[in-house]
């Protein structure tokens, strides 16, 4: 998507180890999200950013961390990887509060073996 | 938040206009009506949004009851590329979080 990116594309990781997600856009928007998304539960927001060092939780937090140094990137860490966090991780940015105007990146999918 | 309730799938042939439904019996006086897609493996896309009104654009029309606890997204003349999920989301304009819930998985076919 114009605007977004996500890296990697792809990772597979080991139990236990750390891995951080990367989202990166070039928009300047002040908001920036991390969902993922499993079969059968949709897309379900993990953090979320309204500012540099501004965050918040969202509903599946736990075992997630996130930070947000310049309004450019917001990284996702999984400090030590479990099996239940193998997913498909999507970024979104937004300028504003309003839910139409959010771009999504084109996902990261993760598998912890 | 409001709930949303949706069919989990649904057929249109191609070319025939596609009637999405959403229920949102608890919805509140300062909730939008947000309808996002999400074509295979890809983020998903803002489609259309409204309060009380129906709403048109490029993409699609959205129908709002009077008393808005029910929606519907129209495709007017659905295509091979419109095969995707549907989610139906409500909440107010202005809030930090956008919540998904399992959405409409549309098939078209030819």
């Known amino acids: 998507d114009a605007g977004i990116t996500q890296s990697p594309r792809h990772k597979v990781t080991e139990t236990g180890t750390p891995v951080t997600l990367r989202c990166h856009q070039t928009e300047n928007h002040r908001y920036m999200y991390w969902y993922r998304q499993d079969p059968g539960h949709g897309l379900r927001l993990i953090h979320y950013s309204y500012g540099v060092k501004d965050t918040d939780k969202g509903e599946v937090s736990d075992g997630y961390s996130v930070s947000r140094s310049k309004t450019e990137d917001f990284l996702l860490t999984l400090e030590s990887a479990t099996s239940s966090q193998t997913s498909v991780y999507f970024c979104?940015?937004?300028?504003?509060?309003?839910?139409?105007?959010?771009?999504f990146g084109s996902g990261t999918r993760l598998t912890v073996v | 938040d409001a709930k949303t309730t949706q069919p989990p799938s649904m057929d249109c042939a191609e070319g025939r206009a596609a009637n999405l439904p959403c229920n949102h019996s608890t919805i509140s006086g300062n909730e939008y009506v947000y309808w996002y897609r999400q074509i295979h493996s890809q983020g998903p896309q803002y489609i259309i949004h409204g309060l009380k009104n129906n709403e048109t654009n490029e993409m699609a029309s959205l129908i709002i009851t009077e008393d808005r606890k029910s929606s519907t997204l129209i495709l007017p003349h659905a295509t091979l590329r419109d095969t995707a999920v549907y989610y139906c989301i409500v909440r107010p304009y202005n809030t930090d979080k956008l919540i998904f819930g399992t959405g409409t998985r549309l098939q078209v076919f030819p």
């Open positions: 979104a940015i937004s300028e504003s509060q309003g839910a139409w105007g959010y771009t």
